[in-house]
């Protein structure tokens, strides 16, 4: 069974920075690109990155320069280490596995306020 | 960036209706669409990849089909647990895009 499980998040303030990891199990993990996902309350899903199975990154403008994924194959584990944050990257963030994401982790939530 | 357009954005519907939901691309994405389920205080569930291939696990109910710029979702049979949000998005190019999602309440 395929599990990714989150941990890191909480409340942060303005300009402040926070480092999400997500572990892995079921799957093969180097194989398989991952992603960041996040999502404001009862808004739409918003992809914050990605990374390649040969360690390529991508990322979207609105946290380029601030956010960093990275991957440790060894330790079946992805992280995201999020600088500089603002009240906007308030929201739950998930780890997803592949291009055209086959699975969810359960998520977690990141507070950005004063 | 690519834009994702779902629609409609709600719909109210009867258990055994069968629904319909579109989303269309800003430009051609192939068929690197893929559909996902979402109920409230979950995480999202993966339906469908590649516009019209069931994730493993996923019912038969559901199917996807389109290309290009235009795509569907459509659940044969509404049954209530079938009754969630649903959202596409497209996987052809980044950044990685997502439908603002169709709310599918119970009529």
């Known amino acids: 069974e395929v599990q990714l499980v989150e941990s890191g998040g909480g409340l942060v303030q303005p300009g402040g920075s926070l480092r999400l990891s997500c572990v892995a199990s079921?799957?093969?993990?180097?194989?398989?690109?991952m992603h960041w996902v996040r999502q404001v309350t009862g808004r739409r899903l918003e992809w914050v990155s990605a990374?390649?199975?040969?360690?390529?990154?991508y990322y979207p403008g609105s946290v380029k320069g601030r956010f960093t994924i990275s991957r440790e194959n060894a330790k079946n584990s992805l992280f995201l280490q999020m600088n500089s944050l603002r009240a906007e990257d308030t929201a739950v963030y998930y780890c997803?596995?592949?291009?055209?994401?086959?699975?969810w982790g359960q998520g977690t939530l990141v507070t950005v306020s004063s | 960036d690519i834009q994702m357009t779902q629609s409609p954005s709600s719909l109210s519907a009867s258990v055994g209706d069968r629904v319909t939901i579109t989303c269309r691309a800003s430009?051609?994405?192939?068929?690197?669409l893929a559909w996902f389920q979402q109920k409230p205080g979950k995480a999202p569930k993966s339906l469908i990849y590649?516009?019209?291939s069931l994730q493993s696990g996923v019912p038969s109910k559901f199917s996807g089909s389109g290309s290009g710029t235009d795509f569907t979702l459509t659940i044969s049979s509404l049954q209530p647990e079938d009754f969630a949000t649903y959202y596409c998005?497209?996987?052809?190019?980044?950044?990685?895009?997502f439908g603002g999602g169709t709310k599918v309440e119970i009529k």
């Open positions: 990374i390649g199975t040969a360690g390529d990154t």
């Open positions: 998005q497209q996987y052809n190019s980044y950044p990685l895009t």
């Open positions: 590649a516009a019209s």
């Open positions: 079921g799957f093969t993990f180097s194989r398989f690109d």
């Open positions: 997803a596995r592949g291009l055209g994401i086959r699975d």
């Open positions: 430009q051609d994405i192939n068929n690197y």
